[in-house]
């Protein structure tokens, strides 16, 4: 929920005069037992102040809450960073019908780190290492690598293979309908380019091959939309180029894209690190 404009002391007053019909004190215990959250997935306490032009979160109890049945794996734990490599399906953080079936709730409740924040989002269809802060004070140390792009990321992706692809893949990416799609803005819509992504060719698959992304930006559903708009859409996408249907409860075709690995200078201890993934895609076969 978007917050901008009134006068509003406090982000309660805000909820409270926002939503009438839900009592000031029910979202006095929400908030008490940590179900309003910040951008940064952090609870938001019932005496923080109104602050415009940021976003609010509600997780509300959700009583039959399906099971996702995969795990995450622990790659890395200091005092400042978490490293796990994500499996498909399972979300990154709570969200829609996912509150406890998600990395982060799962993470918190492992660790006993009620403060950890992720860095970096992975799609929920999307398996791969993904990247947690402990310390919110150290939040944006990180965060600053991956707004200088100074943060090394490759992905592997099944698509069509295709014999001419280009070297690097630019557009605008633009948020589209239904409000969780996003696409290129059409050459004539006005705007600098804002999403990039570098093509490899790794092996041919008969009609399929396996690609290597390596992304310099970060935009929401980046290597989806540019893949798909090269006209080889990832295998088993069901949102680009078109949107598809998807039974609840089906793990039978997960997105063929893999979050490899990430590389970077820690910007607390200095030390150079690199995660990797040990998921592998599925194997098609040449024909």
Request: one cysteine or more.
């Amino acid at each position: 929920m978007g917050l901008s404009g009134g006068d509003w002391l406090r982000a309660i007053d805000f909820l409270a005069d926002r939503f009438p019909t839900v009592r000031p004190e029910i979202w006095l215990q929400r908030m008490q037992d940590g179900l309003v959250l910040d951008e940064q997935a952090q609870p938001v306490l019932p005496d923080a102040a109104y602050r415009p032009h940021t976003r609010l979160y509600y997780y509300r109890h959700l009583a039959e809450e399906p099971r996702i049945p995969f795990e995450y794996t622990l790659l890395f734990q200091d005092a400042h960073l978490v490293a796990v490599d994500k499996p498909h399906f399972l979300p990154t953080v709570p969200g829609g019908r996912y509150v406890q079936e998600t990395v982060l709730v799962r993470l918190k409740q492992a660790l006993g780190l009620d403060s950890l924040a992720p860095l970096h989002r992975l799609d929920r269809e999307t398996a791969g290492v993904t990247l947690f802060c402990i310390h919110p004070a150290e939040r944006d140390a990180y965060h600053a690598l991956f707004r200088q792009q100074q943060v090394h990321k490759t992905y592997e992706a099944i698509a069509p293979w295709r014999a001419e692809l280009p070297a690097v893949r630019r557009s605008r990416i633009v948020q589209s309908e239904p409000f969780f799609r996003y696409c290129e803005a059409p050459d004539e819509v006005p705007g600098e380019a804002n999403a990039e992504t570098h093509i490899t060719l790794l092996e041919t698959l008969g009609e399929w091959a396996r690609y290597q992304l390596s992304p310099t930006t970060g935009r929401t559903h980046q290597l989806r939309i540019h893949m798909a708009a090269l006209g080889i859409p990832i295998r088993n996408d069901h949102w680009y180029p078109d949107l598809l249907p998807v039974a609840d409860g089906d793990f039978s075709a997960p997105l063929q894209l893999l979050a490899r690995s990430i590389a970077f200078t820690d910007p607390i201890t200095g030390q150079a690190r690199q995660f990797s993934s040990g998921r592998e895609l599925e194997q098609v076969l040449k024909v």
